[in-house]
């Protein structure tokens, strides 16, 4: 009975901390503007909403469905998540792989039935979520978030990356760096265009005429779709672009738009092609590709550790492609949703053009990357050693580099034998002579005492 109690406690806490607060905002903007009459419980219906919209789970509207999500509120319920799976695996004790899996069953299911009574009572006339599709959306995320909180708690993560082949675990590192750089330029992007549109922005906030507290309420809707106008910005800098819309497409060298809905957050949309000084931004992709390429022709951090063999620098920086291709595919695809049946029932992205684009340009600049930072390794390792004699390779070098020039086999030597082949190129240090004997230091003859 540990597991399930543990289960229930951590699920529980981890839907209340998110929507414990969005139920008093409600509230507050309820009373604040209640000029309607409507019920207290319309606010909490409506804070139940949006808490399962932030879990991926699609509202039913009178227009049509609403799935766009924020971003910003799904970070905080994954952190919350993964919190609930680790201290599950801390207060039952898992150790292995099956106490993992038994974690993120038992708190995914609790989490799902949280789910599901969630879309039972924030069900309105206007407003609803199916409690089937909430209870197994919001069970499979909570699922992934315990199952990583319990495996990092046990140390089963880290046990299992090291278990992976060094080409395997540097290209899924490198990958994850250059998703990490892609997704921070995305940022980047975002909030300088929205610096630039500003007068834009001011307009439709104002056009909206919403008061002191509507407009704290829409100020915080821009505050949760921030990440996805982000994500959106990233796809605009990877290339394909988005949609704001059917048959509108937003990219760096073709703007299709349609009348756009009064949000603030849209007034950031681009509306003409690329500028010279913004398509200097296009290269985020390249450059997040040279820095994976880096990372994984860099040697251990050790004192004696030897440079990465070619197979592996170069495998990993093919690896790296298809890695950050997906992590972004995945941001790309949950930064799309509809919002409705009609004109705007198409937003966002599309993950799979995003994320092969992505694969081929982080492949082919990471190769570059790998190539440039280890011939620089090697050169650096086998400079470092001063002393070298053309005559004295061995077998570290290959057998048709004695056919080549000195300075033509020097540098094979340094590219394809590393530190390891430099030190057994040098030649032995020589051993100091004895000083040969002079006047000055030549043995005397023995005086006797009182000889003059």
């Known amino acids: 009975m540990a597991l399930p109690a543990a289960a229930l406690t951590t699920a529980g806490w981890a839907a209340l901390v998110v929507l414990v607060p969005m139920a008093a905002v409600g509230l507050v903007v309820w009373v604040a503007e209640n000029q309607s009459g409507a019920p207290a419980g319309d606010a909490l219906r409506l804070a139940a909403d949006g808490w399962l919209l932030a879990h991926g789970v699609r509202l039913q509207t009178p227009s049509g469905p609403f799935g766009l999500t924020p971003l910003l509120l799904s970070l905080v319920v994954l952190r919350q998540l993964y919190r609930a799976g680790r201290n599950s695996a801390l207060a039952t004790g898992a150790v292995s792989w099956l106490g993992v899996i038994r974690v993120a069953v038992a708190v995914g299911l609790a989490y799902g039935f949280f789910g599901m009574v969630a879309a039972l009572l924030g069900a309105t006339s206007g407003v609803r979520a199916d409690p089937a599709s909430a209870g197994v959306v919001t069970g499979l995320l909570a699922g992934f978030g315990a199952g990583w909180g319990a495996a990092r708690a046990v140390g089963l993560g880290a046990a299992m990356a090291f278990g992976l082949p060094d080409v395997v675990r540097r290209g899924a590192s490198a990958g994850g760096v250059a998703a990490a750089a892609v997704l921070t330029a995305g940022v980047l992007a975002a909030g300088a265009q929205m610096v630039v549109t500003h007068e834009e922005f001011r307009s439709v906030f104002g056009s909206l005429r919403a008061g002191v507290v509507g407009g704290v309420a829409i100020t915080a809707l821009c505050v949760l779709y921030a990440p996805t106008a982000a994500v959106w910005a990233t796809a605009y800098l990877v290339g394909p672009g988005f949609a704001v819309g059917t048959g509108t497409a937003v990219d760096a060298s073709t703007v299709q738009l349609a009348p756009l809905p009064s949000f603030p957050l849209l007034a950031a949309v681009p509306t003409g092609p690329a500028s010279a000084m ?175």
């Open 278 to 452: 913004v398509s200097l931004t296009l290269a985020a992709p390249l450059i997040a590709g040279l820095l994976a390429g880096a990372v994984t022709a860099r040697p251990p951090r050790t004192e004696d550790a030897a440079l990465p063999r070619w197979r592996i620098a170069l495998g990993g920086a093919l690896i790296a492609g298809p890695v950050a291709g997906v992590l972004v595919a995945l941001a790309a695809a949950a930064s799309r949703g509809p919002l409705g049946d009609g004109r705007l029932s198409e937003l966002g992205p599309s993950p799979w053009h995003v994320g092969i684009v992505l694969a081929v340009e982080v492949a082919v600049a990471a190769l570059v990357g790998a190539t440039v930072a280890r011939t620089a390794a090697s050169w650096a390792a086998w400079s470092a050693t001063r002393r070298w004699s053309p005559d004295a390779t061995g077998a570290a070098a290959p057998p048709w580099a004695n056919r080549l020039p000195f300075g033509a086999r020097r540098l094979v030597v340094g590219l394809f034998s590393g530190p390891d082949a430099a030190d057994r190129a040098a030649p032995p240090p020589r051993e100091p002579r004895e000083p040969e004997p002079t006047a000055d230091s030549a043995p005397q003859p023995h005086r006797r005492t009182g000889e003059g």
